[in-house]
């Protein structure tokens, strides 16, 4: 299988410039060929006309530039629901997904941004029905950047977990995904939570954030590996 580095919960804005040269650094420590972006890179992802909104455009220069090193693949999370074709018109190498699934030599890998888990209340299925929709992202689209950008990231943080639930929803999903419904997949990588986390059989890796924690998961032929920067 391709070395693969995953990253989640960036939550890039401009004012972070620091938060690149730390990628930098780290994806030039492997001769990695692989570079998955489990969600929530951006603080708020979002497109005005033909252009990306301007506190993006750090974060976009540098995927056009690693994207001649490395496959770049994008998980959506709750902070870059709307992540679709433009930006694979931009830089036509990248991979966009919901959920990915990756061949290895233990078997398969299921990875995934954590924030559509237990989402079976009729209030939160409506609400990810709304965000999704292609009205809402013309919706916003129709209102000053700032605005939309502003409102944007509020949305997002309601879909986010609260601190003191953390461990507590980790536990449960942990248990949800070693059921055997979930068996054919060898390991599972989940973000979204901002907390590393393995469970005691080691299939299951809930990867904490990257711009706080520096985490980061580190997939080969030896297995999966939860390190830091």
Avoid: C, W
Wanted: charged share 30%; proline share 1%.
């Amino acid at each position: 299988m391709l070395k693969t580095l995953v990253l989640a919960d960036i939550h890039y804005t401009d004012s972070d410039k620091k938060i690149i040269q730390k990628m930098d650094n780290l994806f030039n420590m492997y001769e990695l060929e692989h570079i998955v972006f489990l969600g929530d890179v951006f603080e708020f992802y979002f497109e005005y006309g033909n252009r990306f909104y301007k506190h993006n455009d750090g974060m976009i220069d540098f995927v056009k530039k690693i994207s001649r090193r490395f496959l770049i693949t994008f998980v959506r999370g709750n902070h870059d629901l709307f992540i679709d074709g433009y930006l694979k018109e931009q830089i036509p190498s990248v991979e966009i997904y919901d959920n990915l699934i990756l061949k290895s030599s233990v078997g398969e890998i299921l990875l995934f941004h954590g924030h559509r888990i237990n989402d079976e209340s009729f209030f939160k299925k409506f609400f990810y029905f709304v965000l999704e929709n292609r009205s809402d992202k013309f919706f916003y689209s129709l209102l000053p950047e700032s605005i939309g950008y502003s409102l944007g990231i509020f949305v997002s943080k309601m879909m986010g977990v609260r601190n003191v639930d953390r461990l507590s929803k980790i536990k449960l999903v942990e248990k949800e995904y070693n059921s055997e419904k979930y068996e054919k997949y060898k390991k599972i990588i989940i973000s979204h939570f901002h907390m590393d986390y393995i469970s005691e059989n080691e299939r299951i890796f809930f990867i904490g954030d990257f711009k706080n924690l520096g985490s980061y998961i580190l997939i080969d032929d030896k297995g999966v590996h939860v390190e830091h920067i």
